[in-house]
T-cell receptor, first 114, second 114 residues
């Protein structure tokens, strides 16, 4: 079945540091890939997405490229801010799936210190 | 404002006392879904609905019921809650299914069953 594996946290960085959160996936069909962010006490917000191989999703300085050859969708940001502190979830939705779900990774807690 | 609204945000109840968590979306989305979020397990789908009167089980449906009598509403029913249903619950909606679109999530309902 479908699965998403993302790097274990927590990740602690200083402000302006470079961020990478690794995400790899397995899927039976041709998945769409997503990064969601969950700020403390809030629901999940879509951060970015990519729907086909080699697509790059970007938003708020975050980027991720859909790499079919390595089945990866790593999240990057060149200079993090304290306000980026949150839990980040990688997710996929598989066109070959039949239950219209997002399959999530377990989440990575990011803390950015001033 | 386009949104998914869940109520209540917080709920403490006793084992066996029936409860309903309401979910409403104002985006005319066809697809709706319920997820639960547990530490170390990420988010798992409970039930989903492709349209009015069309619902089906997700990965962890035991102990839950849903209904979809109107397009905008998708309540989650716990007929006889048990402590293992203590969790953070999210309702989500999508215009045409999550492939390519993902889901828009509500703010969550934190349920404690004692």
């Amino acid at each position: 079945g479908d699965s998403v594996t993302q790097m274990e946290g927590p990740v602690t960085l200083s402000e302006e540091a470079f961020l990478t959160i690794n995400c790899t996936y397995t899927a039976t069909g041709y998945p769409s890939l997503f990064w969601y962010v969950q700020y403390p006490g809030e629901g999940l917000q879509l951060l970015l997405k990519a729907t086909k191989a080699d697509d790059k999703g970007s938003n708020k300085g975050f980027e991720a490229t859909y790499r079919k050859e390595t089945t990866s969708f790593h999240l990057e940001k060149g200079s993090v801010q304290v306000s980026d502190s949150a839990v980040y979830f990688c997710a996929l939705s598989d066109s070959g799936g039949s239950n219209y779900k997002l399959t999530f990774g377990k989440g990575t807690l990011l803390t950015v210190n001033p | 404002e386009a949104q998914v609204t869940q109520n209540p945000r917080y709920l403490i109840t006793v084992t066996g006392k029936k409860l309903t968590v309401t979910c409403s979306q104002n985006m005319n989305h066809e697809y709706m879904s319920w997820y639960r979020q547990d530490p170390g397990l990420g988010l798992r789908q409970i039930y989903y609905s492709m349209n009015v009167e069309v619902t089906d089980k997700g990965d962890v449906p035991e102990g839950y019921k849903v209904s979809r009598k109107e397009k905008r509403n998708f309540p989650l029913i716990l007929e006889s809650p048990s402590p293992n249903q203590t969790s953070l619950y999210f309702c989500a909606s999508s215009p045409q299914g999550p492939v390519g679109n993902g889901y828009t999530f509500g703010s969550g309902t934190r349920l404690t069953v004692v």
